[in-house]
Every structure is written in structure tokens, then in C-alpha cells.
């Protein structure tokens, strides 16, 4: 495999003045087979970073490792240039990265300012530690105000609401704590043009707003290119388009894929 391309060039250059994490070189293997063969992708503060590839190209897996989900087999992560190696979810949590699954993780049969909470209750001091539900509520009305997400009630089942609202909130949990970056994998998947736009809407504001970084995955171009400072491609294993929205056309980049799938074809066929 020594003709597959090596890490894409960065638009940015060699200047990476705000890069809060960085990935160098990471694989993973399951078995026999190399999912990742040396992911090279670097996150800013405050952007949106798209990332985009076939099926099984390994984005999910990716997603797991960031996330302290899953180890990788070798390569580092660095978040402010710093080393790190999680231990698990919470412990990548703990370093302020977050991650909204695509089966969302909400509980259906409790109300919205208790999802915003999960595993974070707030209680009070006395004899029986107590949830201080107007407390939560009153928290969790401020901080979707303050983002912009409309639900009907607070009160609401989260069960009860749509596939956007529900997104939304999912989102809203994840950014509440003090989330520096956050790691989304489809998250517009099956969602309606209605739905997408709230989510994409609420995903731009906390970028520019509160300064978290994202990782989205998503399928459809289109929604990318509207949602992302920069978008990369994965491609056997490896980033091999990394290109910033602002420079270039949905078309242009949809070619640069083309022509990028092309040229590794034929490696594959004249190796
Ligand atoms: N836990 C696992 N055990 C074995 N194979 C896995 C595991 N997780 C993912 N894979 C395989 O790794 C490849 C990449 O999967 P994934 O990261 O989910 O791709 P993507 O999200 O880009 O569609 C697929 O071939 C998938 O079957
Ligand atoms: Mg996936």
C-alpha cells in the first residue's frame, strides 16, 4: 500500500494557532481488516468541521475513538497540543468533548429539562438528597433560550416531540457543560429540509456563539457545505480532501471527490 496518498495538504498551511485537537496518525484495525491507515485531521476553535466518506469508510469508528469510546491502535491525539489518552466517555467528557449519537441516547418518557440533566441531576442539601426540579427547569428554559431552541413545553416528554426537537435538545444536552468540542455522527439523518434546518441553525449558532468546535458527519453534501467552515474526506482509511468551504463550490468539491475516488481506483488496479 506504499502509493496511497498521504495526508492531505492543509488549506490553512503550517499556521495552527487555534487547533484545539489534533489527530496524528491514528489506525485501527478489526481483525484483518485496517479501517483506519493513519488519520491525520486537525480541529479549530470554534469550527465546523465536516467530514464526509463511503459507507464503512471508518467515520463512525473515528467518531468512537475521539470520544473515548474506543482506543486506537496507534497514532496520538493531542488537544491543546497536549497529549491524551482517554480512558472512557466520561473521561474524554471530562476534557471537554462530547458526543451526540446517532441513536440519541435521550429517554422518551421523561420531560425535556430532565434529558438536559441526565446524569447530571441537580439536588439539594438536606436529610434526602432531592432533585431540584425547579431549578432544572429553570436552567434548562434559560439555556434553550439562549440558544435559540423552541420546544412546546419543558415539561414535554421528550418522546412526545419531533424528530428535530428531539435532535435539538440532544444537542442542547451535549453543549450544556462546559463541552469545548463536540462530535456529531449524522446527526440530520432522516430528518426532513424543516427539521435539518434547526438543527444546522442551532449547530452554526453555537460554533460562533459559545466557540465549540464540531465534527459532523453527514451524507448529503449540500447540508455540509451549508453547515461547515471546512469540510474533510475520508478515503481508504485516510484524509485525503481537506478543503475549506469559503474557497471553493459544492460542484468543485463534489469533483474533487470524483476525480479523487478516480485516482485511487486506478492505484488500486495498477498495484
Ligand atoms: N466493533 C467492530 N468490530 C468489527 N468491525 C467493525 C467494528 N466497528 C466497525 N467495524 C467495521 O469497520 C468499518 C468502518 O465502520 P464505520 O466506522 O462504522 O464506518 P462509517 O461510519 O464510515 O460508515 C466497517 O467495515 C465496519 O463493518
Ligand atoms: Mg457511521
Not at 432531592?130 to 412546546?152: F, G, H
Not at 444546522?200 to 467552515?229: K, P, Q, T, W, Y
Amino acid at each position: 500500500m506504499s502509493d496511497t496518498p498521504g495526508p492531505a495538504p492543509s488549506p490553512l498551511g503550517d499556521a495552527k494557532p487555534d487547533v484545539v485537537l489534533q489527530v496524528q496518525n491514528v489506525t485501527k484495525s478489526f481483525g484483518p481488516l485496517k479501517v483506519l491507515q493513519g488519520i491525520d485531521l486537525n480541529l479549530h476553535a470554534g469550527e465546523v468541521l465536516g467530514l464526509v466518506g463511503d459507507n464503512g469508510a471508518g467515520k463512525s469508528t473515528l467518531v468512537k475513538i475521539l470520544s473515548g469510546y474506543s482506543p486506537q491502535d496507534s497514532g496520538r491525539l493531542l488537544l491543546d497540543g497536549e497529549e491524551v489518552r482517554f480512558r472512557s466517555v466520561e473521561d474524554a467528557a471530562a476534557h471537554g468533548i462530547e458526543t451526540v449519537y446517532q441513536d440519541l441516547a435521550l429517554i422518551p418518557q421523561l420531560p425535556v429539562y430532565e434529558n438536559l440533566f441526565l446524569n447530571h441531576e441537580l439536588t439539594r442539601f438536606g436529610p434526602l438528597k432531592v432533585l431540584d426540579k425547579r431549578k432544572m427547569r429553570e436552567l434548562t428554559r434559560q439555556y434553550l433560550d439562549d440558544i435559540n431552541v423552541n420546544v412546546p413545553s419543558i415539561k414535554a416528554e421528550v418522546g412526545q416531540l419531533s424528530g428535530g426537537q428531539r435532535q435539538a435538545i440532544a444537542v442542547a444536552r451535549a453543549t450544556r457543560s462546559d463541552a469545548k468540542i463536540l462530535l456529531l455522527d449524522e446527526p440530520l439523518a432522516a430528518m426532513g429540509a424543516r427539521e435539518s434546518r434547526l438543527i444546522i441553525d442551532l449547530v452554526r449558532g453555537l460554533a460562533s456563539s459559545r466557540r465549540v468546535s464540531m465534527l459532523i458527519i453527514d451524507h448529503n453534501f449540500a447540508h455540509l457545505f451549508e453547515l461547515c467552515d471546512r469540510v474533510n474526506v475520508m478515503q481508504n482509511g485516510r484524509v485525503t480532501i481537506d478543503q475549506l468551504t469559503k474557497d471553493t463550490s459544492l460542484e468543485q468539491l463534489t469533483e474533487l471527490m470524483i476525480s479523487s475516488y478516480r485516482r485511487q481506483l486506478e492505484q488500486a488496479a495498477s498495484s
